[in-house]
């Protein structure tokens, strides 16, 4: 909500601007390592546990913007 609204004031405001997101704070750091050998140990099924791990080794997204939308582009994981 926070960044919409200052998209809207820089919109309506200036002709120009540059934002940049630092959003690592705003999710939990993840060991991912960690959370797929424990639902292992847990006995998820294999097939699940593989949908997972395509999810989140092969992430892909694109930004919409103004009824326009980027080309798709891999989200990186570290």
């Keep these: 909500m926070v960044l919409k609204e200052v998209i809207a004031y820089y919109s309506k405001h200036c002709s ?3 934002i940049m ?7 939990d750091r993840v060991n991912y390592c960690k959370l797929f ?9 294999r097939e ?4 997972l791990l ?6 892909v997204t694109r ?9 798709k582009f891999s989200v990186k994981t570290v």
């Design 16 to 18: 120009s601007y540059c």
């Design 21 to 27: 997101l630092d959003a690592t704070k705003a999710f």
């Design 37 to 45: 050998q424990e639902l292992l140990d847990r006995a998820l099924p």
């Design 48 to 51: 699940y546990l593989r949908l």
């Design 54 to 59: 395509n999810m989140y080794a092969n992430h």
């Design 63 to 71: 930004v919409s913007w103004n009824g326009m939308c980027s080309v």
